[in-house]
Structures are given as structure tokens and as C-alpha cells.
């Protein structure tokens, strides 16, 4: 019997074969993308200025990967200096950084991974931002957020800079881990990361993928609650993720072969709800791709309805905005929540 | 434990115990969850969970993902790892090692289909990921199969998430004994109207084109359809277990596939890809007609494997001329006017035993008169219009290449209409054509027939009619048997009037034919001369058979061994009985239970 603690070698060899890497050209002094968008901070919205770094490549990706991240194609697949990761960061808030208080830092792999991102540049990059700047956003895979790394990395802002770090939690089941998703880190990860961040005063964020590929809606929809509910006693915010069709994944490779549907939407609200009835640690999901057939999506007609009252919840947290039975889809879900277990990978 | 009671090819009927459920095979499996309630006419669910039911139940354990407890049921679907065969050949090992080390989770346990060491004991073996292989039609030919052999007989295959009511003639087809509602109640859910042709929009329907107790009654809507589909699917299944028993399965299936191109995209791969395996399968007698009604009939594997063994076939010896004649739609063919006429016409001729009568039909080639009465020479039906397409000529044409390079005549003479013997002339240049007028009925044809013959005949060997007779015997003898049978006709007489003849050699009876199985039946006496083939031979344990042969007392079997063929029933080279086999040799080999050779002569 396959191990839920080792890395499942044909899946890992799976992902190696899909994703086919090389080393790219372009300049490494330029971040690979910068945007402004709105999110909760303080209570209120307010406007937070997204840069993601240009890096050699999310280290865990690079040898295959979780089988849903298409985000590893941005990886440069060669040596970034420190040199680089400043100059990307001062062109980043050169040119876009207009006074947002919140500045989310990200890299497509794991910001305190020394492989991929020097700790010279850790430091370095956070202590760039400017005055005005009220917190800072960055990811990194649990296994990396020792006590050393988090410290440093919060020693490098002001002291009245908040800083944030978001977890790829995924699922708490090692099942789901191991066969599913292909992930190196384990639950018991991150609630030692959430211990080191919470000695430090760093506030952690969970990222909880909602149908990684393999499992039925319902077991996905069951995984996400339960891992969310395990999660929240830990971190200070919960973020749902619907799993989405990127390019040059496993998910995408299933999706060509109509053997992967992504989430419904009315099983991102249904997480929302169960997991905001469980706990007080705060909830919230922006599906990306949202109505699209390789985002998160119903029947077609109520899509825009029900991806708008999402987007209401998440920045309001009032679960009353959630969306009800508005329309007939929605029972042919449930129908489908009991029915697919039977059909053996087969989309309903 | 299972009961077979009717067989066609890999189709079977039977009666299934498991535990204190009987079940009729094949069956449909209904699920039966908290908002979707099984269908009235549910004799068998599929559930999850540990509540009790009513009816006997499959149960699903889930996948590796969220196993989940299972409470009674008939058959237990362990939790998996679902890993589809598409994710590649690795993954799929991995999944197997996975889910075979799930096997054992207790009585009753099901397999995922994996190793086939693993299926020993178990009652049931799971086509995985049977709905998702569908659409790739090889894919899902060559998995069924498979699971067919990893099964053997005395286990029950099902295919997960199939089970609409126009693709169960197809499953069967294909081996499968167990299907499921899971399609359909999802297909109510959508609004579709399920019928044997495949679904429809019932949002147009001006009077429901149903009777069943659900479209008379005044249910509507969701309640309405998930009773009629219901209901579609049950009468589905009553008409395929009854072609089953019928041994006209492949009608249905053919019929059935018109309006569905997945599923005649999966016919066709299985007649070109799979013909050894079904033809091994298919009975060598029936009893009613057998109607090449479509495309797909021409592949059929009785079909097919008659042209694929015609390169075998050889002439009665003394046959000397050719005579191609036209089929009948009346079988066999001597009890037609056609050949009432020309039989009648060239017995006025000398020598006529030297004459070599071979009718050229479609779509089966060519059929020597002495076979006539051999299946599917005896029972095809197809209808004749004198068109013949393309892959019709061409296949007629082959198969008189393959008569023509075995066998010598010093003659060939056509009495054929102009199309066909436009089609022969490409074949054989050097002919010569008796009819008038495209009458071959007519006087004048009969006339130039006869004429023909006469000087065709006239540097003939004379034939005696006793000897032609023999050498007809000796013919059938190694269509039946193959090459070295002619052996079973040396030094013998024909005894009684056609088709009742009977052989006999010095020692007494050899054999006789049969019209209504168009085979030779042996006698313990031609059985012996026959032996040393070493074909068609059961190889039982050392006891001495009366009645019938059952499965536990058969060693071994000849692979080569079809329903309904002639066997030796032999014990260390000692010849024990002679009779009949009631299944193909694969099945005796693998079932436990019931009669596989009927005995006729012991020893």
C-alpha cells in the first residue's frame, strides 16, 4: 500500500512530464506582474498593490509539483540574484505603488524558500516598501516557515507594518495530500508554521483548495469544510480556493479528456456557509474564472448572480448575502453531490 | 453461486445467489440515496452507508479519499483509488497496487478490476472507470474484455455508471452482467426522456410515445420521468435477456447502434479488433434465422469467420467442374425453386456428380452445396435486391480467389445475372456464362446450361454418384473438424436420403448428418479415426460419463471449441464419449457449475 508520507513517484513523474520546463529568456529585473486590487484590511476595503516576483521557479514545482499550479510557468528556470529581486521590487513600487496600505508580495512558489528567493532578497525586498505602507502579504509552503526564516523576515518591515503570511494548507488529509493534490508539506506543517508566525506577532492566512483533482464534489466540498474547520484555530483568515483549469496541469490534462470539472459555484457557497457557521476565524473565496468552464461555475445562467454574492460575502462577511436556491441547477448539484461517488471518475 | 440459463456469445442470463438475494442476470442496480429514491421496480440498489434496506444491496465504500462504512449488502465496492486509465500506465499501477491491498475488506468483497490473481474467490469484478472509458471506444473494448477473462464464468462483471436503456444490448454484448440507474436518474434530473433509442426532449411530445405504467398515470415532471426511465430501462432489459435466450443479441445491438455512433464506433471496433475472441464464442448451429440486417451484420463474427476460413476449405475430390450459381433467399439453398430448377436441369446431363455446385452470396462469399445446411450458410437471411456495393463485391470476389487458388477445376461455368458475373469476370477471365437474358430460370438459360455442360463434361473422369456422395462427406468432414477429418470418410458408404445420410465404415456408423444442426454428429467409431487431431477434445477426470458432462469433471478443453460443436470426451488418451458441447471451451474451462457436453455415444 502507497504511503500518505512519501510522494507518490508516478504522479510526481506525471507532473514532470506535463509541465516540460525550460529555461526562459526576458529580463530578470522586471517583475513578472503588478496590479492593484481591493481587499479587507482593518475592517474596511481598501486598495492593495499585488507584485509577483520573477523567480527560477517554485523549487517543488520544478521537480513536478501540486497537480492543479499552473502558476509555475512563469518560473524563469535559472538563477535570479539578489541583485535581480531588488530591482524588480524598486520598478514594481516605482511605477505602480500609488499609496496602497496593503502590498501582497508574491513569487508563484515560496517567498522564505532559500532556493528560489536568496534570503538576502527576503529581507531585502520587504524592507524596499515604503512608508505608507500599512501590510505586507507573502506566501510560502509551510515547511519552509521555520522560526529563524518568519523572524528575519519580520525584523526586515518597521514594527508598524503588519505582515502576513499565507499558507498553501490545501487539504489537512494526507490522502487528499499524497494521491491528489502531490504536495511535500503535511497539516502537522502548518500548524508549527501558525505557532512560529503567532510567537512573532505575523498573522497567517490558509489557502484550502476546493476540488483537487480525483475526488467528487462532494468529497471535495467535505474535504475543504473539514480542512478549513481544522485550519481555523490556527490562522487568523481562511481562503477558499476553487481549483481552476491551468495550463500545463494534471487538472488541465483531465479537463481536455472531460474527466475534471471544476467546482461549482454553489459548492463554494456551501463551504462558505458550513465553514462560517463553524468558526469565528474569518472566510472568505475569490474564484478565479469565475462562470467560466474552467473556473468555478453552475449551469451558465445564475453564474454572474451567484459569483457576485461570493464576492459580496468575502468583502462583507455577513453570511446572510450568501446565495439561496435562486435557481434549478442548484438541485441537479445536489442531486449530484449523492450520485457522482457511483459513477467511478466519470463526470455526472 | 450462478445459474446460467441462456448464452449468446459473451451475453449470458442467469440466476445469481448471493448470500440470501437472488438476482436475475443481467441487472440494473438502482441507486437509492437521500433525495433520490430508487425506482418501483427496484429489485437491486446501490447504495452507501450502513442503513439497512429492503432489497439487496451493492454497497459504495467511497474512494481512499473519504472511505466510508458500509452496512449489509450483496457486494462491497471497497474504497478506491480512482485514478482513470487515462492518467497513464503508471498511475494505473499504482491505483491497482492501492486498490488491491483493499481487497480483502470481508465477505463479499468486490475488486476494482486490477491483477487478475486477485480475483479468485471474489463474486464480482468492477470494470472501473467503465463510464469515463466509454467514449474511447478501444479502450473500453479492450477493458471489458479483459475483465470478461479476469472474471471467468462464474463471476459477475459490472460496469459502473453505464446502464441507459439504448446501451444495455451493448453491454451485454460485451460481457457485462451488472449495470447501473446512476445515468438515468441523473438524465431525469435534466428533463431527458429515456428510450431504447436513446434519450429524447419530452418538451415537444404532443402524446407521450410510452405506455408504461408511468406515462399512463398522471405523474408530470421530475416524478414522471425518473418512474418512465425507470420503466425504459426494465423493458430494455426484459427484451435483451430474451435475445439473449434467442441467441439474436446481435440484432439488438446492431439495431440499437443506428442512432448512437458511440456505441457503433465500439461495435466496430469490436468485430475488427476482437473477431478471434467472439468468434469463439458464437454457436456453430442455431435455430432461427440469423438477418445480416445492416453495415455492421458483414462483420458479424459467425460471419466473418466463415471468409476468414474459406483459404481451408477444400473440394469433394471428384467435384471437376465449376458451377457458380445464385443464392435464394429461401435456406437451404436446395429447398429453393431456384435450385429445384437447376438441380432438376443437370440431372438430364451426364456425369453430373462431377459437377461442383457453389452458390456466390453476400456477405458471406461462397458456400459450397455440401455445406448448405452448416451455420450461417443455413440461417442467413439479408435482403437481395441484385445491388451490390462496393465492400459487397469485393468480399465475394475474395472469397472465390481464396475457392479458386485451393482448389483445381478444368472447368467454371456461371449461371449468374449480368451483375454478378461482371464481378466473377474480373476474377475469372476464362468462364463461360449460361444465362439468357438475365432469366437464369428461364428455358432458354436452362437449355444453354445443360449444353454447357455437356461438352464441359465430356473429358471428365466419370463420377459414380455413391462416390461423390463420400467425397461430399469427406469435404464436410474438414470444414467441420479441419484439414486431416477427410480421414473420417475413407473406405466408407452413404447410407439414407439427404440431408439424413449417414457414414459408415467396416466397424459400423461413422457419423451422420443432421439438418437441424447442419453438423456431423460421430459415433464412437468416428470419434476414434478423429482423435489423433487432437481438436475439439474435453479431457475430463478418469470417470465414465452417461448423461451429460458437467463443469467440475472437465480437466481441460480445446480452445478451439465453439457452442453447440461436436466434442471428444477423452481421459488419458482414452475415448470416454462423444457429444455435444453446450458452451465454447474458454467458459469450460473456467466454469463450476452446470452441464457443458451433452453425451450422445459413451464408451
Redesign the interface.
Known amino acids: 500500500m502507497a504511503d500518505v508520507e512519501q510522494v507518490l513517484q508516478p504522479l510526481q513523474q506525471l507532473m514532470r512530464d506535463t509541465r516540460r520546463l525550460a529555461p526562459r529568456e526576458g529580463s530578470l529585473d522586471e517583475p513578472t506582474k503588478v496590479w492593484t486590487e481591493q481587499e479587507r484590511f482593518q475592517d474596511q476595503v481598501a486598495d492593495a498593490l499585488v507584485i509577483i516576483l520573477k523567480t527560477r521557479g517554485c523549487t517543488w514545482a520544478l521537480q513536478g509539483g501540486c497537480t492543479f499550479c499552473g502558476y509555475v510557468n512563469d518560473s524563469m528556470v535559472r538563477k535570479v540574484s539578489v541583485e535581480n529581486f531588488l530591482a524588480q521590487m524598486r520598478l514594481a513600487l516605482g511605477q505602480s505603488w500609488k499609496g496602497q496600505p496593503v502590498v501582497k508580495i508574491y513569487t508563484s512558489g515560496s517567498f522564505l524558500d532559500d532556493t528560489e528567493v536568496p534570503r538576502e532578497a527576503q529581507a531585502g525586498v520587504l524592507a524596499l516598501l515604503p512608508e505608507g505602507v500599512r501590510k505586507a502579504t507573502i506566501e510560502a509552503q509551510t515547511h519552509h516557515a521555520t522560526r529563524d526564516k518568519l523572524a528575519a523576515v519580520r525584523g526586515a518591515l518597521r514594527p508598524e507594518v503588519e505582515l502576513e503570511v499565507a499558507f498553501g494548507v490545501e487539504s489537512a488529509h494526507a490522502p487528499v495530500l499524497a494521491w491528489s493534490v502531490n504536495k511535500d508539506d503535511r497539516f502537522p506543517d502548518f500548524i508549527a508554521a501558525c505557532g512560529h508566525a503567532r510567537g512573532l506577532g505575523i498573522k497567517t492566512k490558509a489557502y484550502i483548495m476546493l476540488k483537487p483533482p480525483f475526488l467528487t464534489e462532494r468529497e471535495a466540498l467535505d474535504d475543504a469544510v473539514a480542512t478549513a474547520l481544522l485550519c481555523a484555530p490556527h490562522c487568523n483568515l481562511l481562503s477558499i480556493n476553487p481549483c481552476n483549469v491551468q495550463n500545463r496541469t494534471l487538472v488541465e490534462r483531465m479537463f481536455r479528456r472531460g474527466l475534471y470539472r471544476s467546482p461549482w459555484l454553489w459548492s463554494v457557497a456551501e463551504a462558505l456557509t458550513r465553514i462560517s457557521a463553524g468558526t469565528h476565524t474569518p472566510v472568505r473565496s475569490n474564484p478565479v474564472g469565475a462562470g467560466q468552464q474552467r473556473g468555478a461555475h453552475n449551469c451558465g445562467t445564475c453564474d454572474g448572480h451567484v459569483a457576485d454574492a461570493i464576492e459580496q460575502f468575502s468583502l462583507s462577511r455577513d453570511p446572510s448575502l450568501l446565495p439561496g436556491a435562486q435557481c434549478a441547477c442548484r438541485e441537479e448539484w445536489l442531486d449530484i453531490l449523492e450520485l457522482e461517488g457511483f459513477l467511478q471518475g466519470a463526470q455526472p | 453461486m450462478l445459474a446460467i440459463q441462456g448464452r449468446d456469445g459473451f451475453a449470458r442470463v442467469a440466476q445469481w445467489q448471493q448470500g440470501d438475494a437472488t438476482l436475475r442476470l443481467p441487472e440494473v442496480l438502482w441507486?437509492r440515496?437521500?433525495?433520490?429514491p430508487s425506482p418501483s421496480m427496484a429489485r437491486v440498489l446501490?447504495a452507501?452507508g450502513r442503513e439497512p434496506m429492503d432489497l439487496p444491496t451493492v454497497r459504495?465504500m467511497?474512494?481512499?479519499?473519504?472511505p466510508r462504512e458500509a452496512g449489509p449488502g450483496i457486494a462491497l465496492l471497497p474504497p478506491?483509488?480512482?485514478?482513470?486509465p487515462?492518467?497513464?500506465e503508471?498511475?494505473v499501477?499504482?491505483a491497482q497496487?492501492?486498490n488491491a491491498?483493499q481487497a480483502g475488506c470481508g465477505p463479499g468483497a468486490a475488486l476494482v478490476l486490477a491483477d487478475p490473481a486477485f480475483a479468485h474467490g471474489a463474486p464480482m469484478v468492477?470494470l472501473?472507470?467503465?463510464?469515463?472509458r466509454?467514449?474511447l471506444a478501444r479502450e473500453f473494448a479492450s477493458a471489458a474484455l479483459q475483465a470478461r477473462r479476469t472474471a471467468g464464468a462464474e463471476c459477475v462483471v459490472y460496469a459502473?455508471?453505464l446502464g441507459l436503456p439504448h446501451e444495455l444490448a451493448m453491454l451485454a454484448y460485451c460481457g457485462i452482467d451488472l449495470a447501473?440507474g446512476?445515468g438515468a436518474?441523473?438524465a431525469s434530473?435534466?428533463g431527458q426522456f429515456l428510450t431504447a433509442d436513446g434519450p429524447l426532449d419530452p418538451a415537444g411530445f404532443q402524446e407521450r410515445p410510452c405506455a408504461c405504467p408511468a406515462c399512463q398515470s398522471e405523474a408530470q415532471g421530475l416524478p414522471w420521468l425518473r418512474e418512465h426511465n425507470a420503466w425504459a430501462t426494465e423493458q430494455e432489459l426484459r427484451r435483451v435477456r430474451e435475445a439473449i435466450r434467442a441467441q439474436r443479441l446481435r440484432e439488438l445491438v446492431e439495431a440499437r447502434v443506428r442512432a448512437w455512433p458511440e456505441g457503433l464506433a465500439l461495435l466496430r471496433v469490436l468485430d475488427l479488433e476482437h473477431h478471434a475472441r467472439f468468434a469463439a464464442r458464437a454457436p456453430v448451429s442455431r435455430k432461427g434465422p440469423m438477418v445480416l440486417g445492416s453495415k455492421e451484420s458483414f462483420w458479424r463474427p459467425e460471419v466473418e469467420a466463415w471468409r476468414r476460413r474459406l483459404p481451408e476449405y477444400r473440394k469433394p475430390v471428384s467435384a471437376q467442374v465449376l458451377l457458380l450459381a445464385p443464392c435464394s433467399a429461401r435456406k437451404p439453398y436446395s429447398s429453393s425453386k431456384t435450385h429445384a430448377f437447376l438441380g432438376k436441369a443437370l440431372s438430364q446431363v451426364r456425369n453430373a456428380d462431377a459437377i461442383h455446385r457453389v452458390v456466390l452470396t453476400s456477405p458471406i462469399g461462397v458456400v459450397p452445396m455440401e455445406l448448405e445446411l452448416h451455420s450461417p450458410a443455413a440461417h442467413y437471411d439479408l435482403p437481395v435486391t441484385g445491388h451490390w456495393d462496393r465492400d459487397e463485391k469485393a468480399m465475394v470476389q475474395e472469397a472465390l480467389r481464396a475457392l479458386l487458388a485451393n482448389n483445381t477445376y478444368s472447368r467454371v461455368v456461371v449461371h449468374l445475372d449480368c451483375v454478378e458475373r461482371d464481378l466473377i469476370a474480373e476474377v475469372v477471365p476464362d468462364h463461360e456464362h449460361t444465362v439468357v437474358d438475365d432469366d437464369a430460370l428461364s428455358p432458354k438459360s436452362l437449355e444453354l446450361l445443360q449444353a454447357t455442360m455437356r461438352d464441359a463434361l465430356k473429358d471428365a473422369k466419370p463420377v459414380g454418384w455413391k462416390h461423390r456422395q463420400r467425397d461430399d462427406m469427406a469435404a464436410r468432414a474438414r470444414w467441420q473438424f479441419g484439414p486431416g477429418a477427410e480421414v473420417l470418410a475413407e473406405g466408407t458408404h452413404v447410407e439414407g436420403r439427404y440431408p439424413r445420410l449417414k457414414l459408415f465404415g467396416k466397424e459400423g456408423q461413422r457419423a451422420m448428418l443432421t439438418e437441424e444442426r447442419g453438423l456431423l454428429s460421430l459415433t464412437s467409431h468416428g470419434a476414434k479415426l478423429l482423435q489423433p487431431l487432437g481438436r475439439f477434445q474435453v479431457e475430463i477426470d478418469d470417470f465414465h460419463p452417461r448423461g451429460g458432462i458437467l463443469a467440475p469433471g472437465v480437466q481441460r478443453a480445446s480452445p478451439d471449441i465453439r457452442p453447440e460443436d461436436e466434442v471428444l470426451v477423452t481421459h488419458n488418451g482414452e475415448l470416454r464419449a462423444v457429444g455435444k458441447a453446450t458452451v465454447s471451451g474458454e467458459e469450460m474451462a473456467t466454469l463450476r457449475r452446470g452441464e457443458v457436453v451433452k453425451v450422445r455415444h459413451h464408451g
Do not use: I, K, N
Open positions: 441507486p440515496t437521500a433525495r433520490v446501490l452507501e459504495d467511497g474512494s481512499v479519499f473519504a478506491d483509488l480512482p485514478y482513470p487515462l492518467a497513464g503508471a498511475m499501477r499504482a497496487e492501492q491491498s468492477v472501473s472507470h467503465a463510464r469515463a466509454f467514449p459502473p455508471g447501473d446512476v436518474q441523473l434530473r435534466r
